[in-house]
């Protein structure tokens, strides 16, 4: 329960106090009305003593009597209506709102911070996570104000107002002053009068009302006198005589109005009058000054509102929001959604706070000041007055009353406890049992004579509670407990249990506990059997605040619930609100519990009319719903915020409560959210149109993914037109992929270097055409003039109801600036269409309108918003702009997307706002330094802040006949048409791909092919020549000629040829392009990256344009070639030919299961390029057979290769490749043109080692920088190593519909090593290995040594001998035949040989095959041989008799001559070398 200002025992005190009441002669009023008060009022900031009354009880013992007060009234002759009553209770709790300015008082209860105060502390409250401690400090306070003060309001002005009952004697008059002045002409006789009128009042058939005490009331006979006006000494003299008649205990001589002067400016006197008129004289009936207010069905509404905002808003009656209804706060047809927004009400301005707030005016507060004429001195002597009274002639006059009615009560006991006696004796009568509240007769109808013994103890124990005796008080109201209930008069019996229950409370010394079940018991008899709520409701009040002094909140709670009722909605709401308080007051809070009963007393407020204190409420209950999950409780809060709001004029209130239903996920019905939308979209313009200020409301629907949102910066390119097939580029339907944005950041990056000779520029940008969340969008994007910026917006409707959306726009600031002037310069003027959306701005930026925009129920759609710029300049684009309204029903609409039509007009109730959305995107989140870690802190995103550049050309791309689907090495031609739609010419048309080896433009040579596509239709992409079948020819080739670098390296940045130069504005120009299949099957992406400038010189951001493409092939199997290379063993006797011979097996699969419709390849040539070698002849020539291979089929040509010569090798020559050509049917394809030598230099290199150098014969010694062991390694390698790549060309018959195509390709193969085989198809490398973590450097790995093999081929044999000898062997028996061995050295170093002739043949085989022999003189030489050196060892062969011998079986050893500790390598045995003998 709230907090209070008083505590207990002086609430109580204060409730219950003497009553006195005045009668004034008219001169008299007229003297106190100087002041602008009447008597009553006058004396009434005086009325509580301050000292000590004494008073002796029926025991004659002292009783004192502590801070006393009384109650000093005008008599008033009617009793107040209950209709009137109530209707001022109500403007008592409207009047009390929470107070401006001060400090709010928040409390933790677990997980909620309540603010249960409403700013009611004067210093801040500490944070405690202890409910108890929270409460203790507060308690403790001394700061502590009260938390609900209209309620103390109500509950001591409802004390007030309670008539007068003949069940109890409280509030009935012990006292009567008769006040005249000593002005009048026979003051005594006005005493008299006035005397006579107290009488015929009291005891008069007349006048029911007032009540009296007892007959005999005391008469205080006052005498006033004006001190500004009157005769001191005249008043004195008729003091005596009123003293002389009436006594001096009954007389005062009052002298007020002693201030003679005005007061001065700056002269103050105390007003204590002020805290006590704002309260309603009930007694006096006095109306308020403004006025009646209205009463509907005993609900009592402000004056501000009219009835029919009472019960909800202003609205068409199409909306149907009567269907909403408020009889009760959680039905389940209440508007309920606000999900779980965190800040739910925390957007709302404090209730009672703010210029909006129109806190009803002080009921009774004068305008003029009180007590103008009275002194200081006037004021002690009112107190003065008061005290003399009380001590004087009240407090003795109770006493000699209650000794009176105690002296009878004794005399009665005696002789009725004898009677009681007797009849029990007699008749036996033993103890009635008591009866229950329900057993008993409702005699709440039996009235008791005045002079009845049990009303007089009643009086008695009135008398006793009055002046605080509270022991001999319980005493005597459990007596007449007795008595009543004995008479079932259970009025009396309830008023009694009340008393005693509160009488035994405030004993001093607490001798017995509080019996709660007395107030049960009274309440229950007062509200059921004598349907008497308002002493129920006093008792309720009572007893709440005594048990919650007892720290009994719970039974405190449930007292005051069980007192709602439907007979008043305020006394309900109020209760309800402090039981809600006593459940947070617990030890252990029950914040949920707290928060349901705000509800209830925040509904029961506004069915009472007070819709401020009904707004409270919810706003202290949403504290605890917010968040939590309880959709619908938070909807019916925020549903009830905004109706009170908006009745309370507090629209922005009101806005930001229907806000919240609608931006989060409702569980409501369609048909609930409908009402909420209407309801919001009738608040909301009912702000608009009240709003002087011309800025746009911000709207809460539909949701916007700020996030998600996407930036386009280009125009609608055309569409493909038959054959031609445009450039994919970049658009919006494409999804974000951050590997393949990495790929062409690095093609861009490529181009730009070369372009800029080698460096990138430090201010270089990539390009991004487009920008959302996933790009990094640190820097300002650049954008062109007369270009459209098209920005994708995600919408999400969160309602289960459509909404339509007109004139949607997006809303933009724009600041023009010249292209050299820095941004954030200083600028003329920044333009926005804020004020006139509608307008298109057509100088500086036009802006594309979306008539009409309709989303479905819970649908996310896409809105493509679209400017274009018309001038330089920084943009910002800040939101989005349109109109916002309920879509008609189904049956209306006739299509659901975007530019719908609706029947007549689009909101057919015409209820829509005009508002905008903030465009808000969060940069991502910095983490690159230690600070930033350690704190959260953002970029920029800068995508809706682009800077507008000058005009830049606007390159299309279209592609004829390009195809989808290729061979392996297939060679098809296209055409590319470059098509310049901008207004500026452009140049350095470049393109750049990952793939180089997969297109070509040709070479710089002249066009050796059909220069239009409707040529090349029959025609082959090769240059041919007739000529005869297996024919060879070799052309000297640049690689520069074809864009390839010295080193062979591939050309990735091609540099296009445009006629003049440039490409001048709406030109266009077809260029040749040969494409050419993969070498692997699958599906290829290929990525095209067109690089172009502008070919005017201007001042701009943007450096260069960039244009993307991605060709998608489908590559099927051709061939697969595999190619091997050997030594030739002859040795010709030029000695320029010598080491020159080779021969070469290439082997051609068809791999190819007849996919694309493939029947059969033929192949038409085979090529060589190499530097150093080419080929010669092919010596299987295939004459007689056709070279063609059907699936599966293989084939195999052995080829002669031979170096190039000297000749050839000149200093023109250098750097050059060879291509030789060997044509195996009619026609030679010359493989040096375009566009065979274009994809032989754009070939993958096999991923081989790097070479060594090529060495001379004379340079042997190591490079610098290498050692000796290196270099000799390096030189063994070189004897075994080939420079040599082979062309296969192609044809393939392909059937396709019905039609035969024939279908050209090539295919490479490099020969690295002799001997070791190599194919067109390499073999997928491996995946590499983890490689483990190493802290300790690795060992430098040890010098690579030549292997056996690279060993075993330094020295080359060769032997020459005539093939058949005629020898007589009859005549001679030994037959002796020379023979000369040739030995050539292939490596450049030097090379120690070992010749062992005393090798046989051992096989038996062998010796059968060819027979056995031996070799005559010296069997075994050691010669030296200087690199690349032709030695004759001139042998001579013995044979005995004919027959064929094989001469190969010397055996050579060689080592290189500066290794000296190596052991000899067998080197490779020549090939069998037969010999004839014939016998003569």
């Known amino acids: 329960m709230a907090q209070c200002l008083q505590s207990v025992q002086e609430f109580i005190q204060d409730s219950f106090v003497p009553m006195v009441a005045v009668l004034c002669s008219e001169y008299a009023e007229k003297v106190t009305r100087k002041n602008n008060l009447n008597f009553s009022e006058l004396v009434r900031p005086f009325c509580r003593l301050t000292s000590e009354g004494h008073m002796r009880d029926p025991n004659n013992q002292i009783h004192v009597v502590k801070n006393l007060k009384i109650s000093v009234s005008n008599v008033v002759t009617e009793p107040p209506h209950h209709a009137t009553t109530r209707r001022l209770l109500n403007e008592v709790v409207l009047a009390s709102q929470p107070a401006e300015g001060l400090v709010t008082n928040v409390i933790t209860a677990g997980d909620y911070d309540l603010n249960i105060s409403d700013g009611s502390l004067k210093a801040s409250v500490p944070w405690y996570y202890s ?87 005391l008469k205080y006979y006052v005498l006033l006198h004006d001190v500004s006006e009157g005769d001191e000494q005249r008043a004195e003299s008729i003091y005596e005589d009123i003293k002389q008649k009436y006594g001096t205990q009954a007389c005062y001589l009052l002298k007020i109005n002693s201030r003679t002067s005005t007061l001065g400016p700056d002269e103050q006197i105390p007003d204590p009058w002020s805290q006590y008129l704002h309260r309603n004289n009930f007694q006096n009936q006095e109306l308020p000054e403004e006025g009646p207010a209205v009463v509907m069905n005993n609900v009592i509404v402000e004056n501000s509102m009219n009835a029919s905002e009472t019960d909800g808003l202003h609205l068409p009656a199409k909306d149907d929001v009567g269907s909403i209804s408020s009889d009760h706060p959680l039905q389940s047809d209440d508007p309920s959604n606000a999900a779980t927004h965190l800040d739910g009400i925390d957007d709302i301005k404090p209730v009672g706070t703010g210029p909006e707030v129109d806190v009803r005016k002080q009921p009774c507060a004068a305008s003029a000041t009180h007590g103008a004429c009275l002194t200081l001195g006037d004021h002690d002597r009112i107190r003065l007055f008061i005290q003399e009274f009380t001590f004087r002639g009240l407090l003795p006059h109770i006493e000699k009353n209650i000794r009176q009615l105690n002296d009878q009560r004794m005399s009665r006991k005696g002789i009725s406890s004898s009677l009681i006696s007797a009849t029990k004796k007699w008749f036996g009568g033993g103890k009635v049992p008591e009866k229950s509240i329900n057993e008993l007769k409702n005699t709440s109808g039996l009235l008791y004579p005045p002079e009845a013994p049990e009303l007089q103890i009643r009086k008695m124990a009135d008398l006793c509670f009055l002046v605080q005796h509270y022991d001999l008080a319980y005493s005597y109201y459990h007596a007449a407990k007795k008595d009543f209930l004995s008479d079932q008069a259970m009025l009396y019996a309830a008023g009694a249990l009340e008393m005693a229950a509160v009488s035994a409370f405030l004993q001093p010394g607490a001798p017995r506990p509080y019996p709660a079940h007395y107030m049960d018991t009274a309440i229950q008899t007062y509200r059921d059997v004598c349907k008497n709520m308002v002493m129920a409701e006093r008792c309720a009040l009572l007893s709440a605040e005594i048990l919650k002094s007892q720290a009994k909140y719970s039974d405190a709670a449930t007292l005051l619930i069980k007192l709602t009722s439907e007979d008043s909605d305020l006394r309900s709401a109020l209760l309800l609100e402090q039981a809600a308080h006593c459940f947070i007051n617990m030890r252990s809070p029950m914040v949920r519990k707290f928060a349901f009963h705000m509800i209830l007393a925040g509904h029961r407020f506004s069915k009472a009319g007070q819709k401020r204190h009904a707004l409270r409420c919810y706003c202290q209950a949403m504290q605890v719903y917010k968040g939590k999950g309880w959709s619908l409780a938070e909807d019916h809060i925020n549903f009830t915020i905004g109706r009170q709001s908006f009745t309370l004029h507090q629209p ?58 996407r930036v386009f910066f280009g125009h609608d390119r055309r569409l493909a037109e ?228 000058p005009p830049m050309p606007l390159l299309e791309v279209f592609f004829i006949n390009f195809p989808t689907g290729l061979l392996c090495g297939e060679i098809r031609k296209a055409y590319v048409e470059f098509v310049n739609v901008s207004k500026v010419a452009l140049k350095g048309l470049r393109v750049v791909s990952k793939h180089p080896e997969f297109f070509t433009f040709g070479s710089h040579a002249a066009a050796l092919t059909p ?65 050419r299949g993969p070498d692997h099957e699958g599906v290829h992406e290929i990525n095209f990256l067109f690089y172009y400038e502008s070919a005017e010189k201007k001042v701009s951001k ?76 092919c010596i299987n020539s295939v004459e007689d057979k056709d070279s063609k291979l059907t699936s599966r089929e293989r084939g195999k040509l052995c080829f ?127 995946a590499e290995e983890m490689v483990l973590l190493k802290f300790k450097p690795d060992v430098p790995p040890p010098l690579a040594k030549p292997s056996v093999e690279q060993l075993s081929q330094l020295i080359k044999t060769n032997l020459h001998y005539p093939e058949s000898y005629d020898h007589p062997f009859p005549q001679k028996s030994l037959c002796m035949v020379p023979v000369t061995l040739m030995l050539s050295n292939c490596s450049l170093a030097e090379v120690d040989v070992i010749i062992d002739l005393r090798h046989k043949a051992t096989s038996p085989e062998t010796l059968e095959v060819h027979g056995s022999f031996t070799w005559l003189g010296q069997t075994q030489y050691k010669l030296p041989l200087r690199a690349q050196e032709v030695r004759k060892l ?10 064929v011998y094989n001469l190969g079986t010397p055996r050579v050893f060689a080592k290189l001559a500066e290794q000296g500790s190596m052991c000899e390598a067998s080197q490779q045995s020549a090939t069998p070398a037969l010999i004839i003998i014939n016998g003569v």
């Open 131 to 217: 409910w108890k401690d929270t409460l203790m400090e507060l308690s403790k306070s001394k700061f502590y104000t009260a938390t609900t003060p209209w309620f103390e309001a109500y509950r001591e002005n409802f004390l007030q107002s309670m008539p007068a009952s003949d069940h109890e004697f409280l509030n009935h008059y012990l006292a009567c002053m008769l006040v005249v002045t000593s002005h009048e002409a026979s003051p005594v006789d006005q005493f008299f009068k006035l005397s006579q009128d107290q009488h015929r009042i009291q005891h008069g058939s007349e006048h029911a009302y007032p009540k009296w005490f007892i007959p005999n009331t």
């Open 652 to 709: 922005e209130n009101a806005v930001a409560a229907f806000r919240h239903i609608l931006i989060n996920d409702s569980k409501q019905a369609a048909s609930q959210q409908g009402a909420f939308l209407r309801e919001y979209l009738y608040v909301y313009k009912n702000v608009s149109q009240a709003s002087t200020e011309g800025a746009l409301p911000q709207l809460p629907l539909p949701c916007i993914h700020s996030f998600a949102t």
């Open 722 to 949: 038959g054959e031609k097939q445009a450039a994919s580029h970049v658009s919006l339907d494409q999804e974000y992929d951050r590997e393949l944005s990495q790929q062409w950041r690095e093609l861009e990056e490529q181009v730009v270097a070369i372009v800029n000779r080698g460096v990138l520029p430090a201010a270089f940008q990539p390009t991004q055409y487009c920008l959302s969340n996933q790009t990094d969008n640190m820097r300002f994007p650049l954008a062109v003039v007369e270009e459209p910026i098209i920005v994708e917006v995600v919408f999400r409707n969160p309602l289960k109801v459509p909404l339509i959306l007109t004139g949607l726009s997006l809303l933009w600031k724009f600041s023009p600036k010249d292209p050299g002037q820095q941004r954030g310069g200083e600028t003329d003027e920044v333009v926005s269409n804020e004020r006139e959306v509608q307008a298109s701005q057509g100088g500086l930026i036009t802006t594309e309108v979306i008539s009409e925009f309709y989303m479905s129920p819970e649908e996310k759609k896409v809105a493509r918003l679209k400017l274009l710029p018309h001038q330089t300049g920084e943009l910002h684009i800040r939101g989005v702009v349109y109109n916002l309204g309920a879509a008609p029903p189904p049956g209306d609409v006739l299509n659901s997307t975007v530019g719908t039509r609706v029947e007549g007009s689009v909101f057919s109730d015409g209820l829509f706002v005009r508002g905008h959305q903030d465009l808000e995107i969060q940069g991502p989140r910095l983490n690159s330094t230690k600070e930033e870690k350690t704190s959260v802190r953002h970029g920029p995103d800068r995508r809706l802040d682009p800077i507008i550049t």
């Open 1011 to 1075: 220069l239009s596509p409707g040529a090349s239709e029959n025609c082959s992409a090769y240059k041919t020549v007739a000529t005869g079948r297996a024919s060879a020819s070799s052309t000297l080739v640049a690689p520069a000629d074809f864009g390839t670098g010295a080193d062979g390296s591939r050309p990735g940045v091609v540099e296009i040829p445009l006629p003049d130069s440039a490409l001048q504005p709406g030109a266009s120009v077809q260029l040749p392009m040969w494409l």
């Open 1102 to 1177: 943007m450096s260069h344009r960039v244009l993307r493409h991605t060709a998608i092939i489908c590559a099927s199997r051709s061939l697969s070639v595999r190619a091997t290379a050997c030594r030739s063993n002859t040795l010709p006797e030029n000695s320029e030919d010598r080491n020159s011979g080779m021969l070469v097996f290439v082997d051609v699969e068809n791999i190819n299961t007849n996919e694309a419709g493939v029947r059969e390849f033929h192949i038409v040539q085979v090529s060589s390029s190499s530097q150093h070698w080419k080929l010669h002849s």
């Open 1200 to 1326: 002669r290769a031979t170096k190039c010569r000297n000749a050839e090798a000149t200093s023109v020559a250098v750097g050059k490749y060879t291509f030789a050509d060997i044509n195996l049917g009619n026609e030679q394809i010359i493989s040096a043109t375009t566009p065979c030598a274009d994809f032989f230099f754009r070939r993958r290199h096999p991923p081989e080692s790097k070479k060594p150098p090529m060495l001379g014969s004379a340079g042997f010694a190591p490079p610098a920088g290498h050692s000796a062991a290196e270099h000799l390694s390096n030189v063994v390698c070189r004897c075994s190593e080939v420079d040599l790549n082979i062309i296969v060309l192609w044809k393939a018959y392909v059937v396709e519909d019905n039609k035969q195509l024939i279908l050209e390709g090539q295919l490479h193969v490099a020969l690295q090593t002799i001997g070791r085989e190599a194919c067109s198809l390499t073999q997928k490398e491996e």
């Open 1434 to 1443: 001139r042998l001579t062969a013995c044979f005995i008799h004919a027959g």
